[in-house]
């Protein structure tokens, strides 16, 4: 494979996009700090930036082996048939052993700002947890909530395909996993950790300044659902660990089925999601460990065994989806 550099802000296929969600203002866009420009913005950067990662023509093609993998499985990873998750896991492996990636990812600054998911690793159903377990073992209450707002004919319809396991093993929930797969979705996670003036981390208590991770669908014409947790960067054995407990969540709605305006509302609607957060202690709390960090691309596990791999979120002036608030 030549070494070529790649330029990995992804821009899904339009028929993949759909008609997108509605742009929010540019001064509302949650964006990497301003010292190290996207390879959204700078079409001939590296995917391993000599500001960020190791210069390594190896990091490089590790990186366009694997998103390479990535486009060619459907539903990020849903479609990927057992050939294609052990082509993706290898390529995961070859950037995670070849230390290219930014050491101590999780107490950096380059791993704030928006990223786009492109992939989640499959796991098997466990008929004794139908909503999904941690790698800890414990049921997680969250995705309980879930199936509160969808149904539980709704969860279980998910699972009716799925194989039984024998043993324990961490699980994503059915939920998750149908969401995961819908293509027409942006799905986002936006991070911040450091206060932008001094480098150190935020200590605020307030939503609006504290360290943050947001799980972000928008779905629609300016519809979107916002799970934003309270962040910290684990203690100092554990540099690659973003410790967080959820205490936010809503959807606001804009539009209804086929992008029609809601009938009466003259601005969108913010429907509260109804989740008792302070009730549910320990259930509301999470972690994502990154292997791996360079310019463009993460590889990331959650505290339920899933790998993600995330590139940054590419400008809006070349496809990309900017948040829809202010972050």
């Known amino acids: 494979m030549s070494r070529a550099l790649v330029h990995v ?7 993949a996009r759909g008609p997108g969600p509605r742009r929010a203002p540019r001064s509302s866009r949650a ?11 700078d079409p001939g950067s590296s995917a391993a930036s000599s500001e960020t990662a190791p210069t390594s023509p190896e990091t490089a093609d590790a990186e366009a082996v694997l998103l390479a993998r990535l486009r060619a499985v459907s539903g990020r990873g849903a479609g990927a048939s057992e050939a294609d ?9 070859v950037l995670e052993r070849g230390g290219g990636g930014l050491s101590h990812p999780a107490s950096r600054p380059e ?31 969250l995705e309980g909530l879930f199936a509160g707002l969808f149904g539980d004919e709704a969860a279980k319809e998910f699972a009716v395909n799925a194989d039984p396991v024998v043993g ?27 206060d932008p003036a001094t480098g150190a981390p935020r200590c605020s208590n307030s939503v609006e300044n504290d360290a943050r991770v947001d799980q972000v669908v928008q779905f629609g014409n300016g519809n979107y659902l916002r799970l934003s947790a309270k962040a910290s960067v684990s203690d100092s054995k554990k540099k690659n660990r973003i410790e967080f407990k959820f205490d936010l969540a809503y959807f606001e709605l804009a539009t209804g089925p086929f992008g029609v305006a809601l009938p009466g509302f003259p601005k969108p609607a913010r429907v509260p999601y109804p989740v008792p957060f302070a ?49």
Do not use: C
Not at 9 to 15: E, I
Not at 31 to 41: F, G, L, N, T
Not at 168 to 191: D, G, K, M, Y
């Open 168 to 194: 324990f093993e961490p699980s994503s929930s059915p939920i998750q996993r149908s969401v995961t797969s819908l293509e027409a979705f942006t799905i986002q996670q936006a991070i911040r950790l450091f």
């Open 111 to 141: 791993i704030e700002g928006t990223w786009r998911l492109l992939y989640t690793s499959k796991s098997r159903f466990d008929a004794r947890n139908p909503l999904g377990a941690r790698v800890d073992g414990a049921k997680p209450g």
């Open 9 to 15: 802000a992804f821009r899904p296929p339009a028929a």
């Open 85 to 93: 998750e052990r082509a993706i896991a290898e390529a995961v492996s």
């Open 31 to 41: 964006r990497a700090p301003v010292s190290r420009p996207s390879a959204a913005s």
């Open 279 to 327: 009730l549910l202690g320990d259930e509301a709390k999470g972690w994502l460990d990154t292997s791996y960090l360079g310019k463009d691309v993460r590889v990331s596990r959650g505290n339920k065994g899933t790998t993600f791999v995330l590139v940054r979120e590419a400008e809006e002036a070349n496809g990309g989806a900017p948040l829809p608030y202010e972050f």
